[in-house]
């Protein structure tokens, strides 16, 4: 008897110690990777989770920037127009603008050769009033840079070529001097921001990227 009472000891002593290891083998194998968020792609879960996602480039999200040093030439007062956002491609055709210190100025934008550009007040003992027959071309800017700018100075583009506000327009007041040897540029004209050196105020429409017809730029 006493040995029968031993021997069924033993034999659940000897199980208790091997069950654990039985189980950890059938046991599935643990994994720290979360479910995809939105569901499995395919089984109407949300859409695939973040298979397929657009993930912007860094650099579209800068709305504007100051690049000191950047112009070497220090004309002045100057405006640079570009045929592609953030500042690339070419030049707009007659888009380095370059404008006494004091000047205001306001004009359209050219549709042909023979038009006129700017009707230009400067501000001087003289009081002089001349126009430019250089007009940027039309409906082709996206971005642009700024340079030799004091506080204060306001430019505007409009869609319209009577600078009504009817369309989309954009106005962009200087809030601290932007010295002639130093830049700023903004990347596109359908966002508002504000920073240290520029407010920007976009009313949008239906877009004023590649559409500018006309420019004043004025004292605020």
Not at 2 to 15: E, G, N
Not at 121 to 125: D, K
């Given at each position: 008897?006493?040995?029968?009472?031993?021997?069924?000891?033993?034999?659940?002593?000897?199980?208790?110690?091997?069950?654990?290891?039985?189980?950890?083998?059938?046991?599935?194998?643990?994994?720290?990777?979360?479910?995809?968020?939105?569901?499995?792609p395919g089984s109407g879960g949300g859409g695939g989770g973040d298979i397929g996602r657009h993930v912007p480039d860094p650099a579209s999200l800068i709305r504007g920037q100051f690049i000191p040093n950047g112009n070497p030439t220090n004309k002045g007062l100057e405006i640079i127009l570009y045929e592609e956002n953030f500042a690339q491609g070419d030049i707009v055709d007659n888009g380095d603008i370059v404008l006494p210190y004091n000047a205001t100025a306001k004009g359209r934008f050219r549709y042909s050769e023979g038009d006129l550009f700017l009707h230009l007040?400067?501000?001087?003992?003289d009081g002089l009033e001349y126009e430019n027959t250089k007009a940027p071309a039309n409906d082709e800017t996206r971005s642009l840079k700024i340079s030799g700018m004091f506080a204060g100075r306001l430019i505007t583009f409009y869609d319209n070529p009577s600078a009504q506000t009817d369309d989309d327009w954009i106005e962009i007041l200087v809030k601290k001097a932007i010295p002639p040897?130093?830049?700023?540029?903004?990347?596109?004209?359908?966002k508002s921001f504000e920073d240290e050196y520029v407010k920007v105020?976009?009313?949008?429409?239906?877009g004023l990227d590649g559409k500018v017809s006309y420019i004043n730029v004025d004292k605020n």
């Open positions: 008897m006493y040995k029968k009472l031993l021997t069924l000891t033993l034999a659940a002593l000897l199980y208790l110690c091997l069950a654990p290891a039985s189980n950890a083998q059938t046991r599935p194998p643990r994994t720290d990777t979360p479910p995809p968020r939105g569901g499995d007040i400067v501000h001087g003992n040897t130093d830049f700023y540029q903004i990347n596109s004209y359908q105020t976009y009313h949008e429409h239906n």
